[in-house]
């Protein structure tokens, strides 16, 4: 009679309030001059000057050691940092990437002189990475991907193509994964390695492709023998799959898989009470949304702990993927249904614009990271189902 | 504290072997029909299951409520067809006003009553589950002054009502006194407020919703890797995959949502902590039904399968004690008396506020 999951609740300690605090109070100062366009981009909007104050501030790498520039603080100190900058739709993209993902990767597996040459760079939000994985027909088939490394003398030489690279053209370094082995027919999962690949580097090319809200976040990126030094393999030789996904796994439960529509809901808030429309359908709704809220957060805590306790909860977190997108993906159709905006974008009207940016842009959020048929494949086969 | 959750985890081992052991279709037909399995509530008694919230001079283990969770969602997974969660939940009621629980099952009301000057209660509960079946029943009761007094009655002083039909055919009745002496009543505790009894019958139901939710995925698991259609069990289609999964989700959430309403109730936030989970898992648990009869096609609605003692525990439940559209209302209406400014705050100070280790 026991659940197939496990969720055992962590308690966040009132020792971290004064953090919160001071994280809330740069934010409000920091935030006012943040259009409701920019704050819609919220984790992948580039803003490199607040991420060099960010890293001023000590909160990015904020658990590394500090003889890599990190600051040796809490995993749970970290997610609190997190969830207000989430709230407040704070530009994380110059830094986000790096924090999240590439530095604890390098961390983890780098060489020593990896993790000395990198983690301070992106500590103090002075380098910027982004992720090379998707290809143009390697999508949620992502073992198939086909762009090659080659080995050379001193090191590799990478051809092929990636796309969907978000933020690539502002970008410092690429994370990308490249097939090292023999073709993908014959050892899908097995010979992909990856690299630490300097944008600048010659043979690299970066064109940014149009989203439909007009802006070029995302990019294609193509290798044309572009040299990578032997040192700039991250980790081994064709394990690259593995190491991927393990980080991919780590990313799937954080704030941001649930709170990327959230700023949305206290502008909202505020629309109602000026039009006097808060009746029984509005009580309802807010009501349900924030009841969700709470449950996924204490879900994501949930992960967090298991995490810190050594655990990897890979069926948990995609759980709370699914649940966190569907949530931010139906938090713009619920305004829509509260409010029934006029189908225009009022320029320096903060709910009109980040209402317009999230209705165009929430159906990326259940197909980035993982799509949800993908993600709902892993929690079946972890539920047994074969 | 880690050997009260050794006494905690005990607690739940033995509800489950016992309940395991015994709960059958017939005890819960016979339930259906009004009448409590003895020899069943003779067990659980000795166990000490009812008491597990109740200080010690009252036999009790003195439990908090994160640590009965495991009993209350359970008595769900199981559909078991005893009123374990009512008279643990009114024992704990009783103990903490310090009046003496007596022996027997305990019904409870959730709507306000009247106390005259005399002590005589008047009022009326639109459905009591297990009244008919209980020896004594709890209620709260207010005086001229406007003071709330902890009540305890004697069903045999009560007129006995005919049992209401409810879609999950468990025993319920209306409660009707008109100047009903008491056998015993103590001014209320400060942690039954303006809602009464509510907030803690609604996290009651929570749990237990919690528990037959993650019962209705185990079964629809096995279903899917056995039944075969198309040379191949019916879960190595994706669709079938994707449903499960989504189900699942529902049922952790429900379960993380449970948990949380009685850490909320243990940290003396009651009422907040029964809004989030109640209108969460009585949401959840209506697309959770939804999904597992789409699973089990025609088999799933039989009398003769197992599942509909689940689906119609859910269906019952979510409505019980506050439905998801009450408390969101009410939620809601709390959020919205303030700027959206203060949301956030809201939520970050929605975790409870002391912790059981
Ligand atoms: C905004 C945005 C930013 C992104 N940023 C990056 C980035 O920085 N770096 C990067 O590498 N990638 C990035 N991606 C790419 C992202 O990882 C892919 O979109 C994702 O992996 C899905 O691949 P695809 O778009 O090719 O869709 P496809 O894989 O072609 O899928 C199309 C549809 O088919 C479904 N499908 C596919 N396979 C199956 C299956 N086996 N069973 C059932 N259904 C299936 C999918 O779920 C989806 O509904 C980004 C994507 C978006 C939208």
Redesign the interface.
């Known amino acids: 009679?026991n659940?197939?999951?496990s969720?055992s609740?962590l308690?966040?300690p009132d020792a971290l309030e004064p953090l919160?605090q001071e994280v809330r109070s740069f934010l409000a100062d920091a935030s006012s001059q943040w259009s409701g366009w920019k704050i819609g981009h919220s984790w992948t909007g580039f803003d490199r000057d607040f991420s060099l104050e960010v890293g001023r501030r000590g909160w990015i790498g904020m658990t590394w050691p500090a003889a890599f520039g990190g600051h040796e603080r809490t995993g749970l100190e970290r997610y609190v940092m997190v969830?207000e900058m989430l709230?407040a739709g704070a530009p994380l993209g110059a830094h986000w990437f790096g924090d999240r993902q590439s530095g604890p990767l390098i961390l983890r597996l780098g060489t020593e002189k990896q993790r000395q040459h990198f983690l301070p760079l992106i500590a103090r939000g002075e380098a910027s990475f982004c992720i090379g994985l998707s290809e143009p027909d390697s999508g949620s088939d992502l073992a198939s991907l086909r762009s090659r490394a080659t080995r050379v003398d001193g090191g590799w030489r990478l051809s092929g193509r990636k796309v969907w690279t978000t933020n690539a053209h502002l970008c410092d370094f690429m994370i990308g994964l490249f097939r090292t082995g023999g073709p993908a027919e014959a050892e899908k999962h097995k010979g992909l390695s990856q690299f630490l690949i300097d944008m600048r580097s010659s043979g690299l090319e970066v064109r940014p492709i149009l989203d439909l809200t007009g802006e070029g976040h995302f990019n294609e990126v193509t290798f044309d023998g572009v040299f990578v030094p032997d040192d700039m393999l991250v980790g081994t030789e064709g394990e690259g799959w593995a190491q991927a996904s393990a980080e991919l796994a780590f990313e799937r439960s954080q704030p941001d898989r649930y709170m990327s529509s959230?700023p949305l809901?206290?502008?909202?808030?505020?629309a109602?009470?000026d039009n006097a429309q808060?009746d029984?359908l509005?009580?309802?709704?807010?009501?349900?949304a924030?009841?969700?809220?709470?449950?996924?957060?204490?879900?994501s805590l949930?992960i967090l702990g298991q995490l810190e306790d050594g655990h990897s909860p890979a069926k948990?977190a995609a759980?709370v993927k699914?649940?966190g997108n569907t949530y931010e993906q139906n938090i713009p159709e619920l305004v829509r249904e509260l409010l029934d905006s006029a189908p225009r974008i009022v320029p320096d009207n903060k709910l009109s614009e980040l209402e317009g940016f999230l209705v165009q842009t929430v159906p990326t959020f259940s197909l980035r990271g993982g799509t949800r048929?993908i993600?709902?494949?892993i929690?079946?086969k972890g539920?047994?189902?074969? | 504290m880690s050997s009260e959750m050794n006494i905690s985890e005990m607690l739940a081992e033995q509800v489950?072997r016992l309940l395991?052991a015994t709960v059958n279709r017939d005890l819960r037909v016979k339930a259906e029909n009004g009448m409590l399995d003895s020899s069943l509530w003779a067990e659980i008694e000795n166990l000490g299951l009812t008491r597990a919230m109740c200080s010690e001079s009252d036999g009790g283990a003195d439990l908090r409520w994160a640590e009965c969770e495991p009993v209350m969602r359970?008595s769900g997974?199981?559909a078991a067809p005893v009123p374990i969660g009512e008279t643990l939940l009114a024992s704990w009621i009783l103990s903490s006003a310090g009046i003496k629980v007596p022996a027997g099952v305990i019904a409870l009301a959730t709507t306000r009553f009247a106390m005259d000057g005399q002590g005589k209660i008047s009022g009326r509960d639109p459905g009591v589950s297990w009244l008919n079946q209980s020896g004594h029943v709890v209620l709260i009761a207010t005086d001229s002054q406007g003071h709330d007094h902890v009540c305890l009655l004697q069903t045999s002083s009560l007129p006995a009502p005919a049992g209401l039909a409810t879609i999950d055919r468990q025993p319920c009745a209306t409660l009707e006194c008109d100047g009903i002496s008491t056998v015993q009543k103590a001014p209320a505790p400060a942690s039954t407020g303006e809602l009464g009894v509510l907030p803690y019958v609604a996290t009651l139901r929570s749990i237990q919703m919690a528990g037959a939710l993650?019962?209705i995925?185990?079964l629809t698991?096995e279903y899917?890797?056995t039944r075969v259609q198309f040379g191949r069990?019916i879960?190595?289609f994706?669709a079938?995959?994707?449903l499960?999964?989504?189900l699942?989700?529902k049922?952790?959430?429900a379960?993380?949502?449970g948990?949380?309403a009685a850490?909320q109730i243990d940290a003396g936030n009651a009422e907040d902590g029964a809004?989030?989970?109640k209108?969460?898992v009585s949401?959840y648990a209506t697309e959770a039904c939804a999904i597992t009869h789409q699973v089990f096609g025609a088999i799933g609605v039989t009398d003769e399968h197992s599942l509909h003692f689940y689906t119609r525990r859910l269906w019952q439940w979510r409505a019980e004690a506050g439905s998801?559209?009450w408390?969101?209302?009410?939620?809601?209406?709390?959020?919205?008396s303030q700027?959206?400014?203060h949301?956030?705050e809201?939520?970050?100070k929605?975790?409870?506020a002391t912790?059981l280790h």
Request: aromatic share 6%.
């Open positions: 009679m659940p197939p999951f969720f609740p308690q966040l919160r969830e709230a959230f809901i206290p502008l909202a808030i505020d109602i009470r808060a029984r509005a009580e309802r709704c807010i009501g349900g924030l009841s969700e809220l709470v449950i996924l957060r204490e879900m949930s948990e759980l699914d649940l048929e993600l709902r494949g929690i079946a539920l047994g189902l074969r | 489950n395991g359970l997974a199981h993650s019962q995925l185990s698991i899917a890797n069990p879960g190595k994706q079938i995959q994707h499960v999964a989504s699942a989700g049922a952790a959430a379960q993380v949502a948990l949380y850490r809004a989030i989970a209108s969460l949401r998801d559209h408390w969101s209302g009410r939620l809601g209406k709390q959020v919205l700027p959206g400014s949301l956030w809201f939520v970050t929605a975790q409870p912790t």
